[in-house]
């Protein structure tokens, strides 16, 4: 089947044992080229398809290509001595389990488990934990469906990394929704269910269907508003909404859920304006937007991707054309490739601005540069100078969009200016030893732990 611009493809995943078929990978890249992705590939997810690959991909320039760059492991992502040890071990024929171990120890050194949320997001119902379920806060609770906990293509840069090496397993995962209906029967509080992954519009049809149906059935049950899908689909998958088999299945599905009067947030992870340029994306928004569902937009700021003003300006424009709203820009979590994408915080807010300058108030709806921390979602707002003990100093003005305590947000508060801080870590108190919430959120984390002592 054809769409309306003559175009249809059938999926294909490339991953490590078969990207050296892709035909422009045999004509572009160097021999050491594809070994580095065979060093890097044993320790970090790689993924990609024929969409990207054939449609997003400028193979001419695939160096400096942004979404080469987003799909492809790249060799600066692991510390050199780290990669030199890989390499070594492949070279020399090691064994899979050895090559496994190797590679677990150095997967260790790379934080696989920031902001606590392996402790800190889950809920209880009945004594018993609900493992696909993350409750941070009170508004909106995430929902790990099992059969959701991969992608069409995995990016380079991605803070669930550790799930697609099997690290985690599916701890994250759940079959379940009877159990969840439950949950939010039991907290009237959640507004929001947000489905996500891996990426949720992995599913087929019926399955995802499945999950849905429950939440459509129980209406009455729970306080739910919105059904949300945190997805990268319509960057890496586009045809799903548009040519893929089951395609008007799901258009059908999503009309369900808003006539039910839900209303239904695509979560859309786009990272570059080229994301938003081919005909398929554009035929795909149209369709879930015919549908009564909101697409809000989401990325982080990554260096080699989108380090640049104009692109995010760009980026915010052609999603404002095409009907979206920006919603959310994220600082790369500290977690795995983390060094080779990151940014100082005082250079993320730097390009914000500038981007955030020149768009009208309609890409306005975008917040951030904003990281998500373990007491919550901090944003800064920016550099400023105030009087510190009589004398005027450089700090960090933030403030929380989203807080573990909700009365955290919304309340400025200050830290010294660090041109070489990179995460909320790295952040000091223009006065004293602690942030406002640093004691409140301590407590927490002590609760926490000693829960899971208790169930475990
Ligand atoms: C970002 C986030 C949410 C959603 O927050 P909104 O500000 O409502 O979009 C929910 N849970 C977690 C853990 C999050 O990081």
Request: some cysteine; proline content about 6%.
């Amino acid at each position: 089947m054809l769409n309306k611009n003559g175009q249809s493809k059938k999926y294909k995943a490339y991953a490590l044992r078969s990207f050296r078929k892709i035909p422009q990978v045999e004509k572009y890249l160097s021999e050491e080229e594809k070994t580095n992705i065979e060093v890097l590939g044993q320790v970090l997810p790689f993924k990609t398809n024929n969409y990207v690959v054939d449609e997003l991909i400028d193979w001419n320039n695939y160096k400096d290509d942004p979404i080469f760059h987003l799909t492809f492991p790249q060799k600066g992502m692991l510390p050199p001595e780290e990669f030199d040890k890989m390499a070594e071990a492949l070279k020399s024929g090691k064994k899979r389990m050895e090559l496994k171990a190797i590679a677990n120890e150095i997967r260790e050194k790379l934080n696989p488990h920031p902001a606590h949320q392996m402790q800190m997001n889950v809920p209880e119902l009945n004594g018993e934990v609900l493992p696909g379920v993350q409750h941070k806060y009170r508004e909106t609770a995430l929902f790990f469906p099992t059969a959701g906990q991969t992608c069409h293509s995995y990016c380079t840069f991605c803070f669930r990394w550790p799930q697609f090496v099997g690290m985690d397993g599916m701890k994250f995962a759940m079959k379940e929704t009877d159990i969840i209906i439950d949950y939010l029967a039991e907290h009237p509080e959640i507004t929001d269910i947000l489905f996500t992954g891996g990426d949720p519009m992995i599913m087929g049809y019926k399955i995802f269907k499945q999950y849905i149906d429950p939440f459509i059935k129980n209406k009455d049950k729970t306080n739910l508003q919105t059904i949300r899908i945190g997805t990268k689909s319509l960057s890496f998958w586009p045809y799903k909404y548009t040519t893929d088999k089951d395609a008007d299945k799901f258009i059908e599905l999503f009309k369900e859920i808003t006539e039910a009067g839900f209303s239904l947030a695509f979560m859309a992870h786009f990272n570059h304006p080229v994301e938003l340029s081919t005909p398929t994306v554009k035929e795909a928004a149209k369709r879930i937007q015919s549908t009564g569902a909101v697409i809000r937009t989401q990325s982080p700021l990554v260096r080699h991707i989108n380090d640049c003003p104009d692109i995010w300006a760009e980026m915010w424009k052609k999603q404002v054309n095409l009907g979206m709203i920006p919603y959310y820009m994220f600082i790369e979590r500290d977690t795995g490739a983390k060094a080779h994408f990151e940014l100082p915080l005082v250079e993320t807010w730097h390009i914000f601005r500038k981007a955030y300058q020149q768009v009208s108030g309609l890409s306005r709806t975008v917040r951030g540069p904003s990281m998500s921390a373990t007491p919550g979602k901090v944003q800064i707002l920016g550099v400023t100078k105030i009087p510190v003990n009589g004398k005027m100093e450089k700090v960090f003005a933030l403030q929380m969009l989203q807080g573990r305590n909700p009365d955290w947000v919304a309340k400025p508060f200050f830290a010294k200016y660090d041109p070489e801080a990179y995460w909320l870590d790295d952040l000091k108190p223009i006065a004293g030893e602690k942030f406002f919430f640093d004691e409140e959120l301590e407590k927490m984390k002590n609760e926490a732990l000693a829960t899971e002592d208790a169930l475990a």
